[in-house]
């Protein structure tokens, strides 16, 4: 009977061996994936905002108007006064 229940034992903990074994493959595979889509969060947020300073840079260069027209050469004389 002892030999009986060693087998049953050592059968159980072979089971119990193979299921830690392929949880934690799936522990580390989640982890994989968690940080390769933390790395893509990043990566795309960098690329948004350095897209948002760009229309922001842009649109305050459009709407600088003072400085178009004073860099405008053929100036009227009412521009010539707004620009002193």
């Known amino acids: 009977m002892d030999e009986k229940l060693a087998r049953k034992i050592n059968r159980n903990l072979r089971g119990i061996k ?4 392929l949880f934690m493959l799936m522990i580390l595979g989640m982890l994989a994936i968690l940080g ?3 790395w893509q969060v990043q990566a795309f947020t960098k690329s948004v905002e350095s897209k948002v300073t760009n229309i922001q840079n ?3 260069q459009k709407l ?3 400085s178009q027209l ?3 050469p053929n ?3 009412l521009t010539k006064q707004l620009c002193n």
């Open 18 to 21: 193979v299921m830690l074994g």
């Open 36 to 38: 390769f889509l933390a």
């Open 64 to 66: 600088d108007i003072k």
């Open 75 to 77: 100036q009227n004389t």
């Open 70 to 72: 004073c860099a405008d």
């Open 58 to 60: 842009t649109t305050q």
